[in-house]
């Protein structure tokens, strides 16, 4: 099956530095990837949704100036938590879907666990 | 509006009995409906989906879903539940007269635990 990765698990960092998370589609191209929050024992929100060569799409509530996202190529996605606060402490967790299909299912990365102090 | 429901936090089973989990649907068009699984710390496992077709829809590690379109149901069932069955259980929903950018609605989420 489709395998999505992300680089790193998981991250500590000090309040007010920035933080990027990788994420990567190893064995297929994604032309949409989409990046989710999750709280403790809450549902996944989709934060934004980016297609690949194009500025991405956020929901709304979700800082795209705090949350930049970086839809670098067909197997690449980043996102960068700048400036982060305790507040921003969370699991991210990304996925991509494949092209060519509406109903694809989407495969999801492992998560990254975000901690700033 | 798209939205998932699923009423139960928490599902305890004994092991060997048969399991539901439990999720309504509610879309404008036709549905596209998706079950995962996210164990401890880590991503979502797709675990199975409804896009046409029989309306039992059988998926990975023994699970299978019903598709109920009268009650707007994609009830998650296992006949013998295992230990390694317990985790967190994600219904989705995506609307397949959707455009844009085909957004999936996930519900709040199942934790099945299975008691040895």
């Known amino acids: 099956g489709a395998v999505v990765s992300q680089h790193p698990s998981r991250v500590i960092c000090k309040s007010g530095t920035s933080v990027k998370i990788e994420c990567r589609s190893l064995?297929?191209?994604?032309?949409?990837m989409f990046w989710y929050r999750q709280f403790p024992k809450q549902s996944l929100m989709l934060m934004a949704t980016?297609?690949?060569?194009?500025?991405?799409?956020?929901e709304q509530g979700v800082e795209k100036d705090k949350f930049l996202i970086n839809h670098a190529s067909l197997t690449l996605s980043t996102l960068t938590v700048t400036s982060a606060h305790p507040e921003d402490s969370s699991f991210y967790i990304c996925?991509?879907?494949?092209?060519?299909?509406?109903?694809?299912?989407?495969?999801f990365g492992p998560g990254t666990r975000l901690t700033v102090l | 509006a798209q939205s998932v429901a699923q009423p139960e936090d928490q599902v305890n089973v004994a092991e060997g009995n048969p399991l539901t989990v439990k999720c309504t649907y509610s879309v404008s068009g036709n549905p596209y409906l998706f079950w995962y699984v996210q164990y401890p710390n880590r991503g979502l496992q797709f675990l199975l989906k409804?896009?046409?077709?029989?309306?039992l829809v059988k998926g990975s590690y023994g699970f299978e879903a019903e598709f109920n379109k009268s009650q707007t149901s994609f009830h998650l069932k296992k006949p013998s539940a295992l230990v390694s069955d317990s985790a967190l259980y994600f219904c989705?929903?995506?609307?397949?007269?959707?455009?844009?950018?085909?957004?999936?609605?996930f519900g709040t989420g199942t934790k099945l635990q299975v008691i040895p």
């Open positions: 996925s991509a879907r494949t092209s060519g299909g509406f109903y694809n299912e989407q495969f």
């Open positions: 409804y896009i046409t077709g029989d309306n």
């Open positions: 980016s297609n690949e060569g194009s500025k991405a799409t956020y």
């Open positions: 989705a929903v995506r609307d397949a007269n959707s455009g844009g950018y085909q957004k999936v609605t």
């Open positions: 064995d297929f191209q994604a032309t949409t």
